[in-house]
């Protein structure tokens, strides 16, 4: 049996709303007709969900998972910076951009129904070699 994880879900409270953060974050979805939209993150989907088709199916706890956080990776520290000011006076933010000691800008958001996302980038020389 061949078994991989390959799609990671939220669930919206307002759909389009939360459409719209992820596409901020890069993602396209094509065709997104409520309440379900995907976009392929490269051989992994995000699925959105909307809260109403959820509770349909028993889903009775809505909003993030404990444990569960996503990443997006910005083109350079100062990208990690400018997208976390838009996205922080948009009622986003939760941790403010530092310098990790891993070797990247990081910061934290939240999309609408509060799952963390952080955005990061590789410092200069930091990134590790392929």
């Not at 969900?49 to 444990?67: K, N, V, Y």
């Not at 956080?69 to 350079?76: D, P, V």
Request: contains cysteine; glycine residues 10%; proline residues 8%.
């Amino acid at each position: 049996m061949t078994v991989r994880v390959n799609a990671v879900g939220v669930v919206a409270t307002d759909f389009r709303t939360t459409l719209a953060f992820y596409e901020r974050l890069g993602c396209t979805f094509p065709d997104p007709t409520e309440p379900h939209a995907e976009a392929d993150l490269g051989g992994v989907r995000l699925m959105v969900d909307s809260a109403a088709s959820m509770a349909q199916l028993g889903e009775t706890e809505i909003g993030p998972r404990h444990g569960i956080a996503l990443a997006a990776e910005a083109g350079s520290p100062e990208e990690v910076d400018a997208l976390y000011s838009e996205l922080e006076a948009a009622g986003h933010g939760s941790r403010k951009p530092f310098d990790a000691p891993w070797g990247q800008r990081y910061a934290s958001v939240a999309d609408p129904d509060g799952t963390s996302v952080d955005l990061y980038a590789w410092l200069p020389g930091r990134k590790p070699e392929a």
